[in-house]
């Protein structure tokens, strides 16, 4: 009897955790599709179907690193990230996420598409790729691929730079060179870049 009441006690057991875990994954389900939801109805307008903006002003966040995404609109609502667009834009949509919005959100874009690169100036393209692959060691500006990887796809938490709009590149550069945006590391790495260098290096990445 002890053994069949142990029996009993393990099936009992056995099934609230696999109910538990039964209302866990639709309540995940319920999450993430609420983020898409609000990616399709509302980020789309600036940032593109599946994420994939046609202006410049707005960054493309298709197979953007998700853990960037995150960090990214978590700035935004706590408005810390300062720049006129950041401010007119982003700190208001921003201010209404909560954390599970913000992580559903982040995980629809980053499992999205990449978008396709973009043909620009061969002599340009070439002395970005030299920059973003071997920086300038005589200046003290490492190459871009130590963080943002070797075909820019991004590493870890730090973003993917592939296909990305060149004028919104060279831009974030100039904010955080003017310590507009504040992002430290970045500052040390691109403070001494000319515009020149932020030009090749942006038309490389939108290539790739």
């Not at 920059?131 to 691929?145: H, K, S, T």
């Not at 870890?156 to 904010?175: C, T």
């Amino acid at each position: 009897m002890k053994h069949i009441g142990m029996a009993i006690v393990g099936a009992v057991l056995a099934a609230s955790v696999t109910a538990a875990n039964a209302q866990n994954t639709a309540a995940d389900i319920e999450r993430q599709k609420a983020g898409e939801e609000k990616a399709v109805n509302l980020c789309s307008t600036c940032h593109g179907p599946r994420g994939i903006s046609t202006s410049p002003e707005f960054p493309i966040l298709a197979a953007q690193r998700r853990g960037y995404l995150e960090a990214q609109l978590e700035v935004f609502r706590a408005k810390t990230r300062e720049e006129k667009i950041a401010h007119d834009f982003m700190w208001g949509i921003a201010g209404n996420l909560d954390d599970p919005m913000i992580d559903s959100v982040a995980r629809y874009y980053a499992a999205q598409p990449p978008a396709p690169g973009k043909p620009g100036d061969p002599t340009l393209i070439a002395k970005g790729k030299q920059l973003f692959e071997q920086g300038v060691p005589g200046r003290g500006i490492p190459a871009c691929a130590n963080c943002h990887g070797a075909d820019a796809a991004g590493v870890a938490d730090f973003p993917r730079l592939a296909g990305q709009h060149a004028k919104y590149i060279v831009k974030q550069i100039e904010y955080i060179q003017a310590l507009v945006r504040k992002a430290p590391v970045m500052h040390g790495i691109v403070k001494d870049m000319t515009p020149a260098e932020m030009q090749a290096v942006a038309a490389y990445v939108q290539s790739k």
